[in-house]
């Protein structure tokens, strides 16, 4: 059985460290081509026809991507400035209904994402002709991600990898 956690755990982190580099490499690309498409209006008077296009699609994925990331890292306000009102007793019957909704929010994303997915792939975008649907298959994938990270909360497994990102918000 440990070895079946091991193998889940080991996986988890390696589809967190692919998510990761997904995520930095769009915010990579995106500064590059935004910073292409400026210097070439202003220089030589010419933009790329698909700089916008792929440009708003990279910054979905990452805006959307970076939900399930804040969901494991546990960065979202509800949920400090909801739960540290009451005792520690309620506490946990409250971080389990906080866990449940999560859940339920990454089902949704699955379910209506999947369904908005597959009824944009008959259109195309306009520079690219690529299906619309490449911009909305990442709410499935995040949903797919919430509810992961959602599980793992409420069986106890701590999800947080990077322990003190929020060591300066309270000042």
Request: with cysteine.
């Given at each position: ?23 930095v490499?769009?915010l ?26 792929v ?23 509800s ?5 540290n009102?009451?005792?520690?007793s ?16 990454g ?12 009824m ?18 990442v ?6 991600m919430?509810?992961?990270y ?22």
């Amino acid at each position: 059985m440990i070895r079946i956690w091991r193998t889940i755990r080991a996986a988890a982190l390696m589809i967190d460290r692919i998510v990761e580099g997904f995520a930095v490499w769009a915010l990579a690309a995106m500064t590059l081509i935004v910073t292409m498409q400026v210097v070439t209006r202003k220089l030589f008077n010419f933009v790329f026809f698909w700089s916008e296009e792929v440009t708003l699609l990279l910054l979905i994925w990452f805006a959307i991507l970076g939900i399930a990331i804040g969901f494991r890292e546990k960065l979202h306000l509800s949920m400090d400035a909801f739960t540290n009102r009451f005792p520690a007793s309620w506490n946990k019957v409250l971080d389990k209904i906080i866990g449940s909704c999560t859940f339920m929010f990454g089902i949704y994303l699955v379910v209506y994402g999947w369904d908005f997915t597959v009824m944009m792939h008959a259109n195309t975008l306009s520079a690219t002709e690529w299906p619309v649907s490449v911009m909305y298959v990442v709410m499935p994938i995040t949903g797919v991600m919430v509810c992961f990270y959602a599980l793992l909360d409420l069986i106890g497994v701590n999800t947080v990898r990077y322990q003190h990102l929020d060591e300066g918000a309270g000042e």
